[in-house]
Every structure is written in C-alpha cells, then in structure tokens.
C-alpha cells in the first residue's frame, strides 16, 4: 500500500498518479546520498559535501549547505542557485556580492559550513558548479520551489521560469485531481480553469494528458449533433480521448458510463473521421485491439509503397536497379525475404512506362502478392493452375520461378482483366502458360490433376478501399456472405483439382487479400485490404471439413498467425499454419494466406452413410479424417485407407474372391510367422476386402459368405473401422503408392500378429482372427481388441463407436491394453 | 507486313513445335474460351498476310541480322508510334539493304521493336537529319498502348 521506494523506478503512464506523486524517493533523496548521486555527474568530493547539505538542507536549515562551495567560486555572481529544498537563511545572502571576501575565509569556512554570507555564495557556487545537481535537485518538486519563491532569491532568469513551471506543474496536478472527481457534464472542448492552460504553456505538447480536461462521454444529444455538423478536430480529439481512457478504463472512466457506451461513441467517431460505413468498422472493432485499430485506420488512408519485382527470365535485380536508378528513380530491395523485390520511393519518370518496363524486365506488384507464390514454391516441368489469374502478376512470378518450363494455365472469369493477362504475359516473355476464360468452379471438370493450384480469391472489392473508398460504406453482411460463398465454392473446385498422388506437389495455396475472417479480398494492387477474420478462416475451416486435405506450414517466417478461434467460433487448430499480413504491421497490403496438401484424391461423402450397418462409422469419418490428421499421424494412414475405400468401392466382385483367398490363407497358415509374411502380402489385397467388411454389409455380393464373417468381424474392427470407412467413403482411385504405406506400419506390428495368432486360433473364429492381422496395422492393433472382446461385444461395441470423439482415444488406448494383455 | 525471311521462319516454327505438350494440354479447353496459348507472334489478315506482332520480339531480336540503333532521345518517340529520323539514329549495321526488316534497339541493347529499313545504310549516311531512315512497324510500347488488340 505504501508507495514504493525505488528511486530508478520511473512513473509512466497518462494517469494521474504518474504525474503527481513522486513518490517515496522524492524525499529519500534528500537523505540517501546515493539515489541522488547515481543520477548526477561524479563529483568533487566537495561537490559531493555540498549535494549532502543541500539534501538535508531541509532538516538542518542553511547550515550545512555550501561553505565548501565558497572557495571555488570567488568570482561570480552573487545570484544564489535555486537549490534545494529549505536553504533559506543563506539565500537572502545573496544578493550581497561577497565574492572578494572569499578566497581568504575559504578555507576556514569549508570547515565552519555555516555563514550566511558563504552560504550565498555557496547556494551560487552550488549553482554553477553542480548545475547539473541542480537538475535533479529541481525534481524535487514544488514544495521547495514555494519555499523559494517565498524567500524571493535572486535567481537567474532561466531558473525563475523553471520554478515557476514547476509550480504550474504542481497546480495543474492538483487541479486535475479536482476536476476528475467532478461530475461535470461539460464539453470536453471547455477546457476550464487555468491549470491545464498554463501546464500547456510551459509543456508543450509534453503533457497531452494533463491539458486535457477528464473525458467526458457527451449525452446522446450531442451525438446527434455530430451527425449533422461533424467537426473532424474535434472527432479525432475524442477518438484519441476515447482510446486513451479505454486503455485504463478502470482508472479514467467517468462514473456513471458504461464501456459499451465509450465504444459506440467511439465507433461512431470512427466512422465519421475516416468514413467507413458502421457495419464494417463494427467488424474491424471485433478483429483488432483499440490500439492497433486506430494504426490499422490510419494505414488504410494512405497507399502502400510502389513496389515492383524483377523478371529473371530477362534481366538481374542488380542490372535493373541500376538501369532505374540511372533513369532517376529512387529505389531499394524490398527485404531479406525476397530476391526479386524492389520498392520505390520516388521516381522522376513513370515507373509504368520506362522502357525497361516495356521490356517486360520488371512487373509493378504489391510486395503481398508475392507471398502466395513463394507459399506455393512452384517447380519445374510442373503443372500449375491459377484460378484468379488477372492481372497476372502471380502467374508471371509461377513462370519465372519455373523458368518457362511446365505448364501453367491461367484462368480468370473476367474477359477484361484477361487482355491485361495476356499482354503482361507477352510482355515478361512468359511462355509456358494457356489462358483461358472459365469460371473457376467448373475446373476439376474442364481439366484436372494439376501438381499445384493457387487461388487467389477474389474479393467484393473491399481491398481496393484506398482505390474506391466507396467500398468503406457500401458493403454490408450479404455482400460479405455473398462473397464467402463463391469463395468456399472456388476453394472446392480448386481442392478437386489438385492430384493428390502428385509426385512433387499435391498442394494448393488459398490467398485473398481481405483480412476479415468472413470476407476474401481480392488484392489489386496499393490497397488497404479488408482483412475480415471470420471468412478466411471459415472458408479454410470448411475446406479441412470437406476434403481430404490438411494445412501446412506456408514457408513464410513472418507474418502473423491466423485465427484459430475467434469469439464465438472455434476453428480447427492447424489454421495456426495459414499467415495474415497487416497494412499497419508489414507495411504491406493486407493478406490472408493458406497453403493446403492434399493427402487423398478422394471425396469423403457427407454423412449420409453407404452402408446401413456402416451409417454411425460413416458418420465417423470425416471427423475422423482430421483428427488422424491432427494426431500426426502419418498421412499414409489416410492415403491407405482412402485408397482401399476406393479400392472398396470399385471392386466388389474381386474383393470376394479375394476375401475367399485370404481366408484360405489364413487358414492355412496357422503358423504365425507364415502367417505374417503371408499377411502383409495380402495385405493389399486384403485391405481393401477388410475394409470392405464393415462396408460389405451394404454391398449384396458378399452377403451370403461374408456376412457371417462380417458380423463376427465386426467387434474385432471397432477402431479399424474407422480406417476402414474411411477408405469405404472414398471415391475410387486406387493407387499402389498407397499400399506400401499401409504395410509398412503393419508390419511393425507384424510382429504382435503371431501372438495374436496364437489366441485367436484358439478360439472359435480362427479364420477370421487371422485375417485381422492382415488388415492395416490399425486393424491388428485392433484386433487384440477384438480378441479379448469377440462375440458378446459386437452389439455393444458398434454404438459405442458411433460416438466420434471415444473411438478415436479408445482405439489407442484399447489396443494397447489389450496387446498388453495378451502378450503378458 | 513484309515476307519473313528464311531464317525467321525457321525460328518461328522452332519456337512453336515447343509448345506441343502445351497445345496438348490447351486441347481440353473448349475454343471458345481458351484465350491465348504461348507466345502470340503475329497474325495471318484476311488476305492472308501475316502481321508481325510485337510480342514475337523476344524469338526474333536474338536472330536479327539488320539492327538499327537509336539514340535515347528518340527512343520515346519510337515508343509512341513515330518513325526514326535521322537525327535520331544512332548506328546501323552496314550494308542494309533498303526496305530490309530490322530490329530497333536501344543503345542499351534492349530490342524496342521491328521496323523496315527506309533507306539503304549508304543513303542513311547522305541524307538530312529530318528524313526518315527507319520505318516503323511494331514497338513494346504498344503493350501499354495497345492493350485490348495485343491479343
């Protein structure tokens, strides 16, 4: 409760406290030789004796202070330094010139430390030789600046006005304590009384805080007022008020008001000074602290710098900086992390039109647009697609990170912006690109099976805001939906095609230049970009929700992380991978980036289920699908069970035969380590039959054999099930890459299939049990599950694992348990 | 506009056989929408001459026999569409033959575009600074002018 004694502790802040109390130290210093000491210069040691008695010259009056100080200072003036709290006796001394007197008595009065004579001078002498004691002495406040004045020294011109501006100081403190308690209900612009006026005097700008009168939220008429005659001084003086009170509001609130009330007036205030419509600036409230709203706003008025990138295919960075800067244009690399980035400060002729530029040795582009490529990391002999492709900045910078090779088909849905595609292309000597005129959403079908996709969705405009300021006000809720929409659509079609069994890519970047959540903005160019959180990741949210993909680390070292939650929402928390730069933060348009990896070519159904039986593990899946794919496990998993739901789902009619197979082998080989050999090359085959199992329930092929088998099957498969309708819900595609994966985590626990073995053969359901370690390792592990389970359990275990969230624990858990078991 | 040359035509050709595996992949778009596939050099008119365009600089500036240099300051009026005068004619390479096709550089070497020559380079020599010495057909600044037609 008591102040705090730590002399170095500097108070900070706009409240009151910080201006007004000193604080403990301020008196400790006149006792502790050492606070003030640290803060002046080092002294003489006779300095030091005159720093000690000005200290205590409060308590022991004029005595101790300055006879030392005498000696030193023969010659000068006779005006006393203002020193110190309490040095009075000797400063009425002052005005008497004794300086002739006192060379001779110095020595004596070092010693004596007392005279009033010698005391002026020494107060004088204290003044000059330790003026810059003086300045820490002057902190002491205005007590012995009061004490001074009363005394009605003799002070320099400079220090009278120092004492005076300590004393306004020290007023003004003291009035701004009365007047915050006050309920008034003025204007703020009635700044009353003369405290806040002098301290403005004396400070400057220094002590905005001071000067101001308390805030005060103006009744709901005045609101109206605003409406009609909006004085912008006046609106940005209260926006800066508002936030600074909203800082601390506990401190600086007015009684009697409520947050909610500061914040719509501040909103309101924010809407007229920059003119944004409410509903948006009521978005960017929700997304941005108060602090960095305001920057946010401000960094909204004025254009990004030019920045432009420099085409490899026909010229170096250094060649064309140099060429520029020899056409007098003033320009710098745009930063460690490009290599072909410049910005351009200023520049004497027409960055659009040098001849460098029609050249195509250079493309004018936003330093964010170039994030998305860099994400998208594409190679050579490639084929890539950009879905929004105009004006094709993003699409030269693919060529030319191609080096022409490849292919690259650039489609927009805009015939205009397309002329601008092609002539740029042209232009930059792009060679290896098909332009086309599609909407993007028809793309898996048009053609498909691209490496890697990039697409840059595009906005309602809302990015353009330092282009079209229009768009501050006239977008609303279902302009935003409107957008989100086309953009979840886009996102699919883009997901689709995507070749997931790529070899060097299977990815897909998803950018927009709006920083809402909600809204995807496309970024044109030198544009403050919306930067709504809700959409971009919603939209990306729903992607991991729909498709067979799963996001991955963008490559960019900077930039902020997306939202994985959001107030009311939850996003999926692997959106920590996916980027968002800010105008006011980066220094560059606003942008929202996420790159995707596309682990399985297939669809994963909704939850209307194949299967009857199968319904509550179909519901499970694509729940379960992110969920393995958060759990870190290895995408194989997925990829193999994918693939056997497509193998599943193609191959019926072999899928008996081979299950008849399998169940000859298994019976045959009761030994285990024939079996496990025997089991892991079947396992491919197999796969897809046991997967097919608990799907088989539905397919009428196998019923009449594989029903039984299916049934009893079904207990063993509790977890593997999940793996299993996770490749029953996948479309066809059938790959062998796939196959590997599964065996080789299976046969890592090939080893525990012979023990199991042994049980299962021991029981009644021998032949099925030994087609259990053929399954995926899921399944084995499962097995030992199943084992211990078997018969009874099949009609408790199958509800249980309808619930989503237990299977995906228990299955772990169980199967290690029961290993456990059966292997003690 | 004027006949291409052996050599010309055998680069065009060169360039275009590169881009069968495109011209494969371009086939699944449907002709209406398929805007533009490669490089753009030029286009065959109604009675079937073939237009040169500028976009088919960059294949054929390296292969230029006939250059014509020109001096900074006339730089910008080539870019907007002039001719070249001789005031503004830096070097020319010898012995080009009269209404010989050249490629206009810069004197930094940048291709700026095609033109013909007007005059023989013996005549270039004789005659006043305010005739025309080069023709011109096409120019890179035609990619800011002539956006919507470049194709």
Request: a positive charge.
């Amino acid at each position: 409760m008591g102040r705090k004694l730590d002399p170095t502790k500097e108070k900070r802040g706009p409240g009151r406290k910080a201006r007004k109390q000193k604080g403990a130290e301020t008196e400790l210093v006149r006792f502790l030789p050492a606070v003030s000491d640290e803060n002046s210069k080092r002294l003489s040691s006779r300095a030091r004796k005159r720093a000690a008695k000005r200290r205590l010259g409060s308590v022991e009056a004029p005595k101790t202070n300055k006879s030392p100080e005498a000696k030193p200072l023969p010659g000068k003036l006779p005006k006393g330094a203002v020193q110190t709290a309490g040095k009075k006796g000797p400063q009425s001394l002052f005005n008497a010139p004794r300086g002739k007197k006192r060379p001779a008595p110095g020595s004596d009065e070092e010693e004596e430390e007392e005279d009033s004579e010698e005391d002026g001078m020494v107060n004088h002498g204290d003044l000059w030789g330790s003026e810059d004691d003086a300045d820490t002495v002057d902190d002491y406040g205005a007590d012995s600046n009061s004490e001074d004045e009363e005394e009605g020294e003799a002070l320099l011109p400079i220090e009278r006005a120092a004492r005076k501006q300590k004393a306004r100081e020290a007023a003004a403190g003291i009035q701004w304590s009365e007047e915050e308690t006050e309920d008034e209900e003025e204007e703020k612009e009635v700044t009353p009384e003369s405290g806040p006026p002098k301290v403005e005097e004396a400070d400057g700008g220094l002590q905005i805080n001071v000067d101001e009168e308390p805030f005060v939220l103006p009744p709901a008429g005045e609101m109206e007022q605003d409406a009609q005659a909006p004085d912008l001084q006046r609106v940005h003086k209260r926006i800066q008020d508002i936030v600074g009170i909203l800082r601390d509001f506990g401190a600086q609130r007015e009684e009697g008001r409520s947050r909610s009330e500061y914040l719509n007036r501040l909103k309101k205030d924010l809407a007229i000074y920059y003119s944004y419509g409410d509903f948006l600036l009521g978005k960017l409230m929700d997304l941005f602290p108060l602090s960095e709203l305001v920057e946010f706003l401000e960094a909204n008025e004025v254009p990004r710098p030019v920045t432009l990138r420099t085409n490899t295919l026909k010229t170096r960075r250094r060649d064309l900086a140099q060429a520029l800067i020899n056409r007098g244009v003033n320009l710098d690399p745009l930063g460690k992390w490009s290599k072909t980035g410049l910005v351009v400060y200023d520049s004497s002729v027409p960055i659009g039109a040098t001849p460098e530029y029609l050249a195509g040795h250079y493309m004018l582009q936003g330093a964010s647009s170039m994030l998305p490529v860099m994400a998208l990391a594409p190679q050579e002999h490639e084929r890539i697609l950009d879905m929004c492709c105009a004006p094709g900045g993003k699409t030269s910078y693919m060529a030319q990170l191609m080096k022409n090779t490849g292919v690259i088909l650039a489609n927009d849905a805009n015939a205009e912006r397309l002329k601008s595609v092609v002539g740029n292309l042209h232009r930059l000597g792009v060679t290896n690109t098909i332009i086309s005129h599609y909407d993007g959403r028809q793309f898996p079908k048009v053609v498909g099976g691209f490496d890697r996709v990039l697409l840059d969705a595009p906005c309602s405009g809302t990015g353009v805001i330092s282009k079209d300021p229009a768009v501050k006000t006239n977008k609303d809720e279902k302009d935003i939906l409107r957008c989100a929409h086309l953009q979840k659509e886009l996102l699919l079609s883009a997901i689709d095609s995507v070749n997931a069994t790529s070899k060097t890519g299977g990815y897909l970047v998803y950018c927009t230049c709006s920083i809402t959540l909600q809204l995807c903005f496309f970024l044109r160019s030198l544009s403050s970009p919306h930067i709504q959180v809700e959409e971009n990741e919603w939209v990306v949210d729903y992607a991991l929700k729909k498709r067979n993909v799963r996001l991955v680390p963008t490559g960019l070292d900077f930039g902020q992380e997306g939202f994985t939650r959001f107030r009311e929402r939850r996003f999926h928390p692997s959106l920590r991978s996916t980027r968002r730069f800010y105008p006011h933060t980066h220094n560059m348009d606003g942008f929202f980036i996420a790159k995707f990896k596309k682990f399985s070519n297939s669809i994963p159904q909704s939850q209307t289920g194949n299967s009857e039986t199968a319904t509550p593990t179909n519901v499970d899946l694509p729940q379960v699908i992110p969920k393995s794919e958060n759990s870190s496990q290895p995408a194989k998993k997925a990829k193999g069970a994918a693939k056997t739901k497509q193998q599943l789902q193609k191959q019926q009619h072999p899928k008996k035969a081979s299950f008849q197979k399998l169940n000859g082998i298994s019976k045959g080989a009761d030994s285990e380590l024939s079996t496990v050999p025997s089991v892991t090359k079947t396992q491919a085959s197999s796969s897809f039959q046991d997967s097919s199992q608990p799907a088989g329930k539905a397919e009428g092929i196998r019923e009449p054999k594989v029903t039984g088998k299916l049934k009893q099957r079904s207990p063993k498969l509790q977890s593997s099930k999940k793996v299993a309708f996770l490749r029953q819900n996948a479309p066809p595609k059938g790959t062998d890459t796939q196959t590997p994966a599964v065996l080789s985590p299976s046969k890592t626990q090939a080893t525990l299939k012979p023990k199991d073995h042994h049980q299962p053969l021991g029981r009644a359901k021998g032949v099925e049990k030994q087609q259990l370690p053929e399954q995926p390792f899921e399944k084995a592990a499962f097995q030992k599950q199943n084992d211990t389970p078997k018969g009874p359990q099949p009609p408790t275990v199958s509800p249980i694992r309808s619930s989503r969230p237990p299977p995906a624990k228990r299955k772990k858990s169980q199967s290690r348990g029961n290993s456990q078991l059966l292997l003690s | 506009m004027r006949p291409l040359t052996e050599e010309e035509t055998r680069v065009m050709f060169e360039k275009i056989a590169k881009y069968e595996k495109i011209m494969k992949l371009a086939a699944n778009i449907s002709g209406d929408k398929l805007v533009s596939l490669g490089t753009c050099f030029g286009k065959f008119t109604k009675t079937h001459k073939f237009r040169l365009h500028v976009t088919a600089l960059d294949y054929l500036a390296p292969y230029a026999k006939y250059k014509v240099w020109i001096k900074p300051g006339a730089e910008q009026s080539f870019l907007y569409g002039n001719h070249v005068l001789k005031s503004g004619l830096g070097r020319i390479t010898e012995n080009t033959s009269q209404y010989q096709g050249v490629v206009v550089y810069s004197m930094a070497d940048i291709p700026l575009g095609f033109g013909v020559a007007a005059k023989s380079t013996q005549d270039c020599r004789k005659v006043d600074p305010m005739a025309i010495v080069v023709f011109h057909q096409a120019d890179i600044g035609e990619y800011v002018r002539h956006e919507e037609t470049l194709t």
